[in-house]
């Protein structure tokens, strides 16, 4: 069953990443990738709050294959993020490659925290 359970969340993912990408994008028209920093912020925040479901009682094994291992795999994207930062770097975009890395990074993790914060506010 597990398998299925990552196979799903990571497909919902997956499309949601894509439509996300795109619009984001589209509205933004821009050379830096507000899309892919979107989800991987989203997709932090997710992650961290279902640990901090894990962590207070939540049914472990599917919880993580479907929200943490399936959708929030399928949703977020360290490959494009390695991918979009070279690109900005070799165009010669060069302070748009480095703010993506800063900016990816923390706000990665402080959204991650705060997930993890609001989940144990919730469910402790």
Known sequence: MTPVLVALGGAAGSILRYLTDRRVQAWRDSPFPFGTLTVNIVGSFILGFSSGWLLHGAEPSSVRSLVAMGFCGGLTTFSTFGYETVRLFLE?????????????????????????????????
């Open 92 to 124: 010669k975009t060069r302070l748009y490659a480095v703010l993506n890395v800063l900016v990816t990074v923390v706000a990665g993790l402080t959204s991650g925290a705060l997930g993890l914060l609001l989940a144990t506010a919730v469910f402790a």
